[in-house]
């Protein structure tokens, strides 16, 4: 005869299974919504690809042979620049909404910071022009100055997502808009279109690909 009680009851292997089922159930929800929260790597390298390879490309086109570059092309490139950040911002707080405590402080912090550090560069080449700097060199810090508050941003997108990718991608143009000035103009144009745009396009297409896989 057998005993019903339940310390007579000689546990079974299975009895854990559905505990531990929804243990790792409860995990992968977790880090599902992390993933959510992450700004989309493949949407911003091709945004700001395709906002620089035309921006800064149809700049050169209008200036290699030493002229000033045209006024449309002038317009296409801040107004393209101006969409980006815009852009940025709006998808780094749709991705954070709805999370209450640090990460959506964080988040808001995050991507209030790029309005912030175009600001800061467009007052420092307007400095630069009040101050006397020419032509040149207005617009070869005006690019580099671009490039690294763009770069260190996603340095700091990478590092506060834990994402790889973007830590590269932001050293990598940090890295481009120094090399950028130094080739002066009109080189400095096509280096950041190709090596900056071009490789933000690349990097878009890595991730895109990634995810996938």
């Given at each position: 005869?057998?005993?019903?009680?339940?310390?007579?009851?000689?546990?079974?292997?299975?009895?854990?299974?559905?505990?531990?089922?929804?243990?790792?159930?409860?995990?992968?929800?977790?880090?599902?919504?992390a993933?959510?929260?992450?700004?989309?790597?493949?949407?911003?390298?091709?945004?700001?690809?395709?906002?620089?390879?035309?921006?800064?490309?149809?700049?050169?086109?209008?200036?290699?042979?030493?002229?000033?570059?045209?006024?449309?092309?002038?317009?296409?490139?801040?107004?393209?620049?101006?969409?980006?950040?815009?852009?940025?911002?709006?998808?780094?707080?749709?991705?954070?909404?709805?999370?209450?405590?640090?990460?959506?402080r964080?988040?808001a912090?995050?991507?209030?910071?790029?309005?912030?550090?175009?600001?800061?560069?467009?007052?420092?080449?307007?400095?630069?022009?009040?101050?006397?700097?020419?032509?040149?060199?207005?617009?070869?810090?005006?690019?580099?100055?671009?490039?690294?508050?763009?770069?260190?941003?996603?340095?700091?997108?990478?590092?506060?997502?834990?994402?790889?990718?973007?830590?590269?991608?932001?050293?990598?143009?940090?890295?481009?808009?120094?090399?950028?000035?130094?080739?002066?103009?009109?080189g400095?144009?096509?280096?950041?279109?190709?090596?900056?745009?071009?490789?933000?396009?690349?990097?878009?297409?890595?991730?895109?690909?990634?995810?996938?896989?």
């Amino acid at each position: 005869m057998t005993s019903d009680h339940p310390r007579d009851r000689t546990p079974r292997p299975d009895d854990a299974v559905p505990e531990l089922a929804d243990a790792l159930a409860i995990i992968d929800a977790q880090r599902a919504r992390a993933e959510d929260t992450r700004p989309s790597g493949s949407l911003l390298f091709g945004l700001w690809g395709t906002v620089w390879l035309v921006g800064y490309g149809g700049i050169w086109l209008t200036s290699r042979d030493g002229s000033a570059p045209s006024l449309l092309a002038g317009v296409v490139a801040i107004v393209g620049g101006v969409i980006a950040v815009v852009v940025t911002i709006v998808h780094v707080l749709h991705r954070t909404r709805g999370i209450a405590g640090t990460s959506a402080r964080q988040g808001a912090m995050y991507g209030w910071a790029w309005p912030v550090g175009f600001l800061a560069q467009s007052m420092i080449v307007g400095g630069l022009g009040r101050a006397g700097a020419s032509d040149e060199v207005t617009a070869l810090a005006a690019n580099a100055i671009a490039a690294l508050v763009v770069g260190l941003l996603y340095v700091a997108g990478g590092m506060l997502w834990c994402a790889t990718s973007m830590y590269v991608i932001g050293c990598w143009m940090a890295l481009t808009g120094a090399a950028a000035a130094l080739v002066g103009l009109p080189g400095s144009y096509l280096v950041m279109a190709l090596a900056g745009g071009g490789g933000m396009l690349a990097a878009g297409l890595l991730e895109t690909v990634r995810a996938r896989a």
